[in-house]
């Protein structure tokens, strides 16, 4: 949920805008932000029955790395900043949601076992 949160606010605070030519990065951040910390809050309403959107986080956040190259907003003076924040940003929604979504099977599992 921070990361979805930071990613929303971070072209902002961190006030990157010149991506050009190509998509403005601002709007992925915003955009895969959103949908991260709706996500995240929907997993903590129920832990245990929505492995799936954990998956989803991971699919997130491998399209936060691959997004400036898509996208094309890896030129202009900002795009260091925005292409090096999408992939280390990438890299923990994955890493997280991953982690996530292994934990969110191990305990079905072991809710299973026990009944």
Not at 54 to 73: D, E, K, N, R, T
Not at 101 to 111: C, F, I, K, S, W
């Amino acid at each position: 949920m921070l990361a979805g949160f930071w990613l929303a606010v971070s072209p902002f605070a961190l006030d990157y805008t010149a991506t050009d030519p190509g998509f403005d990065g601002r709007w992925n951040s915003v955009v895969v932000g959103v949908v991260l910390v709706l996500l995240a809050v929907v997993r903590t309403v129920v832990l245990d029955a929505t492995p799936l959107l954990s998956l989803a986080c991971v699919v997130l956040g491998a399209w936060l790395i691959i997004a400036p190259f898509v996208l094309g907003y890896n030129e202009g003076t900002d795009a260091p900043t925005v292409v090096g924040h999408h992939i280390a940003m990438g890299f923990i929604v994955m890493v997280t949601a991953g982690f996530s979504a292994a934990a969110t099977y191990q305990y079905r599992r072991d809710v299973r076992h026990r009944t």
